[in-house]
């Protein structure tokens, strides 16, 4: 059975520019959560997603949004890109809570 | 954002030593969760502990979850060179806002040259 699969693997974009990241999340699980992670840092929870709703907000600007399809596949989006913006980002999946989540191997950006 | 306090940030290990690493937080949660994190993938789930107090074993890796509830810590017994990588906690909380995970910064686990 496939994990949570993330594509890009990598993405360099530059300053300015507008970035759309996507996660198909395990068969059967219909929470989808997003994660930024800085090097050298633990990750961070961006957005959580159940039912195509959304059902968390981390402390992230506006340009950040997020939404989940019928088929609970999701993207991340990202506006204005700014050079801090640069990390891996990680989406999770779950039956329903953080618990049980799996995540996905990631999403590197780089902007410069 | 907020983060838990994780120590050590580092330490090297030679094969057949015991681990141990923590993690603290000024917040109580309802569950602990310790990851391990290789290069270029997500972090995978070691162990999740419910209740406080509570200890747990999968296989050589033990962890605990502290009796005030704002603290965990994990095991390794008996090392081997596969365990190198780096070691986060996470601590979730129901009723807060929903999958959020609060992941402390890390422990990097590497062998004694």
């Known amino acids: 059975d496939a994990g949570v699969t993330q594509s890009p693997t990598h993405l360099i974009k530059t300053r300015g520019q507008h970035v759309t990241l996507r996660c198909s999340p395990i068969s059967g699980h219909k929470s989808v959560s997003w994660y930024q992670q800085v090097l050298g840092q633990g990750p961070q929870f961006i957005f959580q997603y159940y039912e195509k709703e959304e059902r968390g907000r981390g402390n992230f600007p506006d340009r950040f949004s997020a939404r989940q399809f019928p088929n609970y596949s999701s993207e991340l989006n990202v506006n204005a890109l700014l050079l801090g913006d640069s990390a891996l980002y990680l989406c999770a999946s779950s039956l329903r809570g953080a618990e049980g989540y799996t995540f996905g191997s990631g999403t590197r950006l780089t902007v410069v | 954002g907020q983060q838990l306090n994780q120590s050590p940030q580092s330490m090297f290990i030679q094969e057949g030593e015991d681990v141990s690493m923590n993690c603290t937080s000024s917040?109580?949660?309802?569950?602990w969760l310790w990851y391990k994190q290789d290069p270029g993938e997500g972090p995978v789930l070691l162990i999740a502990l419910y209740k406080a107090g509570e200890l747990t074993s999968n296989g050589r890796l033990t962890a605990q979850f502290g009796i005030t509830r704002k603290d965990s810590f994990l095991n390794i017994s008996a090392s081997i060179p596969s365990d190198v990588g780096i070691y986060f906690c996470a601590g979730f909380l129901y009723g807060g806002s929903q999958g959020n995970l609060i992941f402390g910064k890390g422990t990097k686990l590497s062998v004694k040259p």
């Open positions: 917040s109580i949660f309802n569950t």
